[in-house]
């Protein structure tokens, strides 16, 4: 069983930053892939970026240049630094961990834009 345990979510302008982390526990394999999606209001879930341990990150579109992924593997915790944060951003952001051809999913955390 693997538990994901997302903060720093909260509202903040447009413009500003904010620094999303999540850390995994239990069975966690070597091989993995840690991510971060995003579900608004009305939309469906979407990836926001992913990185590989041992691997480079890949990112949407809409959010490359502005946010940032990174991991720390012996903390097993993945980290969003999102920059230029604009209304558009706002959405509950949910850490996924990839292993083994299973997916395991934080409770998320609600990021709000607005000024």
């Known amino acids: 069983q693997v538990q994901l345990v997302e903060s720093g979510g909260g509202l903040v302008q447009p413009g500003g930053s904010l620094r999303l982390s999540c850390a995994a526990s239990?069975?966690?394999?070597?091989?993995?892939?840690m991510g971060w999606y995003r579900q608004a209001p009305g939309k469906q879930r979407e990836l926001v970026a992913r990185?590989?341990?041992?691997?480079?990150?890949n990112y949407a579109g809409s959010v490359k240049e502005r946010f940032t992924i990174s991991r720390d593997n012996a903390k097993n915790t993945v980290y969003l630094q999102m920059n230029i944060l604009n209304p558009e951003d706002t959405a509950v952001y949910y850490c996924?961990?990839?292993?083994?051809?299973?997916?395991?999913w934080g409770k998320g955390t609600l990021v709000t834009v607005s000024s």
């Open positions: 996924n961990l990839h292993q083994e051809t299973l997916d395991y």
């Open positions: 239990g069975r966690i394999f070597a091989i993995n892939v």
């Open positions: 990185i590989a341990n041992g691997g480079g990150p």
